[in-house]
């Protein structure tokens, strides 16, 4: 069976930081682009990182570019995000997504398998 699982949420204070990670197992992580979306109650489920299956491109919503990074090590079969200054507005159930090498994993569409989220709360 195909899982993603993440792991590294919580409860934290403006301005710090947090890790998220997401482990996957049960398919062949190389030949996935991941990403991860958030989601406030009450919401839509927005994209706010991607990665290209080699880890060569990412991309980033307007409202975390240049406080957040994704990366992925293809060997240990998990993606991260590194999430710095956070804002109360950055709180939301975080979901790692995983859509096939060559489609655009930011399109909720072309994702393949989802992750069942982690919470991410900032204080103000």
């Known amino acids: 069976q195909v899982q993603l699982v993440e792991s590294g949420g919580g409860l934290v204070q403006a301005g710090g930081s947090l890790r998220l990670s997401c482990a996957a197992s049960?398919?062949?992580?190389?030949?996935?682009?991941m990403g991860w979306f958030r989601q406030a109650p009450g919401n839509e489920r927005i994209v706010v990182a991607a990665?290209?299956?080699?880890?060569?491109?990412?991309r980033y919503a307007d409202s975390v570019k240049g406080r957040f990074t994704v990366s992925r090590d293809n060997d240990k079969h998990t993606v991260y995000l590194q999430m710095n200054s956070l804002k109360p507005e950055d709180t939301a159930a975080y979901y790692c997504?995983?859509?096939?090498?060559?489609?655009?994993?930011?399109?909720?569409?072309?994702?393949?398998?989802w992750g069942q989220g982690t919470q991410v709360t900032v204080s103000s």
């Open positions: 997504a995983a859509a096939y090498r060559g489609y655009d994993v930011s399109n909720p569409k072309r994702v393949a398998y």
């Open positions: 049960g398919l062949t992580f190389s030949s996935y682009a």
């Open positions: 990665i290209s299956w080699s880890g060569d491109n990412t």
